[in-house]
């Protein structure tokens, strides 16, 4: 599989766009979450895909892996573009509890009333999306992948995921709190991107810093505050934006 690198920054970040990324087997390409301005980045990392530049349009599933808004802000517009612009419904992977809360209470309030002209219309997000729960560390398909699922140590309900195609396994902490159950949950994965951030529900840089080395030469850091970027981490990577790679 294809790993394309859309945003490396923390939720606070004025240089990077939020952390997203995309993994692409045989055509399929798979979102992983959706920050502010996400048709800016696409635009701007220009990813090739077929004939034309990686858009909205191109997504064949998109999974949200929690409810802070530097992760999810940018999933009404999508949603809108796919309704209005590309007229198909986004397919939206996620974990039960952000399925219960996603359109109650971060979609509904914008998007829950449309005006044709004439009528005030009531909105689901039926009307947009449709919604496939992913029940925690249960396999599941997803186009030519698999997906897994497990709650990381976060403010609210999150998941770390490892997608699987063929031989190939991507390995993704999410945000977390520095969780040595979580690395080596994480372990057997050929590529793997971990979360580094201040705060108590992120994982400081020393605590990946003191790991095995094995574990760390296939590891790549986002998530990433903008004193970090640019700079070089002796014994860590760090990835960086329209950086592409084959897991
Ligand atoms: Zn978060």
Same mark, same amino acid.
Not at 131 to 143: A, F, K, R, S, Y
Not at 167 to 190: E, H, Q, V
């Given at each position: ?98 399925? !219960? #809360?996603?359109?109650?209470? $971060?979609?509904?309030?914008? /998007?829950?009333? %449309?005006? *044709?002209?004439? @009528? ?89 810093? !003191? #790991?095995?080395?094995?574990? $760390?030469?296939?590891?790549? /850091?986002?998530? %990433?505050? *903008?004193?970090? @970027? ?18």
């Amino acid at each position: 599989m294809e790993f394309l690198c859309g945003g490396v920054g923390d939720a606070f970040s004025t240089k990077s766009w939020g952390t997203h990324f995309f993994v692409r087997e045989k055509g399929f390409v798979l979102a992983v979450d959706c920050p502010d301005s996400y048709r800016r980045a696409l635009e701007k990392n220009a990813f090739v895909h077929g004939d034309h530049i990686l858009d909205v349009g191109d997504i064949d599933v998109m999974l949200i892996t929690h409810l802070h808004g530097d992760h999810v802000n940018g999933l009404e517009m999508v949603l809108a573009y796919r309704k209005f612009v590309t007229e198909k419904k986004l397919e939206i992977f996620t974990t039960p509890e952000v399925a !219960e #809360l996603l359109w109650t209470k $971060r979609l509904e309030v914008s /998007l829950g009333t %449309l005006y *044709d002209g004439e @009528l005030y219309q009531k909105m689901s997000l039926d009307d947009f999306a449709n919604l496939t729960i992913i029940d925690w560390e249960t396999p599941i398909q997803c186009g030519p992948f698999e997906i897994q699922t497990r709650q990381t140590i976060h403010h609210i309900p999150t998941s770390a995921l490892k997608i699987s195609a063929g031989n190939s396994k991507l390995g993704y902490s999410c945000d977390s709190a520095f969780d040595p159950s979580l690395i080596d949950w994480l372990r057997d994965s050929d590529m793997i991107l971990h979360e580094t951030s201040f705060g108590a529900a992120h994982t400081p840089l020393f605590s990946l810093l !003191e #790991l095995d080395e094995d574990i $760390r030469e296939k590891m790549w /850091l986002v998530h %990433l505050p *903008d004193s970090l @970027l640019n700079e070089e981490v002796e014994g860590l990577n760090l990835a960086f934006e329209g950086f592409r790679r084959d897991v």
